[in-house]
């Protein structure tokens, strides 16, 4: 009988090349209306609801209009390809835990025809209301999630832990990079994999990455020198460089091959193309719960810089044999 495995997908940034909803507003010509809202210090959830209906009734943007311009979000090939491969794992269950919007995602997920491959999108609630896209917090002001760490709006955590009360999974795989990753993060346990991206392509260290590092995790660098390939990325290909945890934060080379990695933090080079490379089998670990604890990280934490990496390391990560 085939193991369940949770592969939880962040949105912007991690599925998808960009902040769909600045991407969105800017297609729109609405990004000084943004900037207006931004400066006056408003929630994000809030901004954003306010920014669309003002881009439809100043601007005059149709539905049809913010419908283009979503669907125009860079998605990578790679990126695309994966879900559908890891949709075909016999036990393997994909959902999105986003910060974004329902109509967003799910318009992405059916212009590249995955929505039928994504079990179920957790993100904030968003209807067309008299031509104006309107954008409602997923946990309402009446039933807040009483999380310190996390904006009012949307607790990830939260709807993790929802998640782990129903069917067990024995492995769980989180693709992030923001600040809000790091809630449901430390509900992974020992034997599951973060995902983690490492930086934006402005070279801006991603907070989710920042935040591991910060709580101690346990830092993998995935690559060498040579550029990833999902079509020739073995089923069973593990990993290279082990990062140990703590502030000193030192590389042990697992592999014997050099690979390009940065002493400090086992980074590679930026600029490098790069190959995913094996691990020993006694790195795996059972997994233990760790719920419960919520400064911390307990699962092995993969960086990646490109799409492609993503890519590699959610297939090698759901396709890792159980230990």
Sequence with gaps: MPREKLVVLDFDWSLVEENSDTWVLHQLGASHIFEGLLSQGLPWTQLMDCALHAAHTELKATQE???K??????FHADMIQVVRTLAAVPGCTLIILSDANTVFINEVLKHHKLDQYI????????????????VNPFHSSSSPHGCPNCPSNLCKGQVLDNLLAGPRYDRIVYLGDGSGDFCPCTRLRAGDYAVVRECYPTGKQCPLFRKAQMAGAHMVGC????SPSLASLPATARFGMEVKSGAACQVEDLSSQPGGFDAKCGLSTPGKERRLKAIPEWQLQPCKSTRGQRDSIAAIVCAWQTPSEAAALLEATVMQPMP
């Design 119 to 134: 079990h179920k999108v957790y993100s904030n609630i968003a209807s067309w209301q008299d031509g104006a896209l309107r």
């Design 65 to 67: 209009d913010v419908l």
């Design 69 to 74: 311009a979503i669907c125009s979000t860079p």
């Design 223 to 226: 690559f060498d020198s040579a």
